[in-house]
């Protein structure tokens, strides 16, 4: 924590209790956090876990056990990035920068745990005669997790239209058994009428 030193103890509380993982992120009471008192909160964590070495295996583990994408998707995809994000900031709280061989493991660790399509849109991007920095994959993903997420949102639009309601036309149907001729009172026509037909013009 000696990198924010000069910062306010509430603000030096926030960055350790996102440095803290497992049980040690329990530990902390409320109280103290609501009243932003670092020094009390240190004395407690101090106290109780002085293995600096087994807070950050935690958070190298967490970060090489990060599950591959298998398929494409935003919420995997942002899952992958948060959860790096998060334990990488946490050891950057403990005192550990992400450069070296350390950041190129980890660039490997992010690139082999894309799915196949980000996988493919990332290596077109690098330059064969330049090493990748983590700041730069981070910011790639985060802008591609944007992309996913707007594709993956006007394709359900596309999917699930809004239901027109058929008109429907009014039909009259007149059945045989409706014909009732006037003249015979006969199921049919008047012009089929056999009576109507022997009649006159003038009977007509």
């Known amino acids: 924590m000696a990198r924010y030193a000069t910062e306010s103890p509430a603000i030096k509380l926030y960055h350790l209790r996102n440095a803290l993982v497992g049980k040690a992120a329990g530990v902390i009471d409320q109280d103290i956090i609501n009243n932003g008192d670092y020094e009390a909160a240190w004395a407690i964590l101090t106290d109780r876990f002085e293995d600096k070495r087994l807070i950050i295996d935690k958070h190298i583990e967490a970060i090489f056990s990060l ?73 790639f993903l985060k802008q591609r997790c944007r992309i996913m997420e707007k594709v993956e949102t006007n394709s359900a639009k596309v ?17 045989a058994n409706e014909l009732q001729c006037t003249v015979c009172n006969n199921s049919h026509e008047l012009y089929k009428c056999e009576e109507f037909k022997k009649k006159s013009v003038s009977d007509k």
């Open 159 to 175: 999917e699930n239209p809004k239901p027109v309601r058929p008109v429907t036309k009014s039909k009259t149907l007149v059945s």
């Open 67 to 139: 599950p591959k994408i298998s398929k494409d998707s935003s919420t995997e995809l942002r899952k992958l990035v948060d959860t790096c994000v998060k334990n990488v900031q946490a050891l950057e709280n403990l005192e550990l920068e992400v450069d070296g061989l350390g950041e190129q493991m980890l660039i490997n660790q992010l690139a082999s745990k894309m799915d196949r399509d980000t996988r493919k849109v990332w290596e077109t991007k690098q330059d064969p005669g330049e090493l990748s920095s983590y700041a730069d994959t981070i910011e």
